[in-house]
């Protein structure tokens, strides 16, 4: 049980276009699903929490505008990276929160994002 | 603002042998401590939590870790390891009044040789 997909699993763009990554729960319901993005061989950072219904929020330093999440249903979020760069290139991964309060989050296996 | 800390970026172990990886936290409070897995072209998977009650939590794969209010770690054991156990690992502090946000070590690439 707890399992998160996300889709694509990678994706190339060309600079300049957008980008939408879906997380989804499968088997439960998450009232809360947070976003990551990890750069190679480091940690992961916090860039926003999405709670479902209601509008995200972000981390210090993460742009609202460029990294927009939608979290619509109890099984889904999406992040779309707007106008993507270069320097977007990263890997984007998601985890969902158990709705009832767990404390523990499930993670998607991640969206290898490469702008060209 | 709760912080982590993983003090070995790299550790080798020979399989079979023992392994243990450090963490050290810190937060005003009783944090939520948790310890993940991350295999290459894989997602983080959860091996145990802590979060009250016994300082010893057994997890998946033959993982325990054990929590020292008073050194604030929280490090991971293993008896015997496998060469399955060659990953990323990732120690994570959250907050009970944060919505769950955590706070991620920087990890620790474990490589298991013959």
């Known amino acids: 049980g707890a399992v998160v997909s996300q889709h694509p699993s990678w994706v190339i763009c060309k600079s300049g276009t957008s980008v939408k990554i879906e997380c989804r729960s499968l088997?439960?319901?998450?009232?809360?699903m947070f976003w990551y993005r990890q750069f190679p061989k480091q940690s992961l950072m916090l860039m926003a929490t999405?709670?479902?219904?209601?509008?995200?929020?972000?981390e210090q330093g993460v742009e609202k505008d460029k990294f927009l999440i939608n979290h619509a249903s109890l099984t889904l979020s999406t992040l779309t990276v707007t106008s993507a760069h270069p320097e977007d290139s990263s890997f984007y991964i998601c985890s969902a929160r158990l709705a009832g309060g767990q404390d523990t989050q499930y993670f998607g296996p991640g969206t290898r994002l490469t702008v060209l | 603002a709760q912080s982590v800390t993983q003090p070995d970026i790299h550790i080798t172990v020979s399989e079979g042998a023992s392994l243990e990886l450090r963490c050290n936290y810190s937060y005003g409070a009783t944090p939520y401590l948790f310890w993940y897995v991350q295999s290459p072209g894989q997602g983080l998977q959860l091996l145990l939590k802590y979060f009250s009650g016994d300082t010893l939590v057994q997890g998946i794969k033959g993982f325990e870790a054990e929590f020292k209010r008073s050194q604030s770690s929280f490090n991971l054991r293993k008896p015997s390891v496998h060469w399955s156990d060659a990953a990323e690992y990732f120690c994570?502090?959250?907050?009970?009044?944060?919505?769950?946000?955590?706070?991620f070590g920087a990890g620790t690439q474990v490589v298991v040789t013959p």
């Open positions: 999405s709670n479902e219904g209601s509008k995200a929020t972000y």
């Open positions: 088997d439960f319901q998450a009232t809360t």
């Open positions: 994570a502090v959250g907050a009970s009044d944060s919505w769950g946000k955590l706070q």
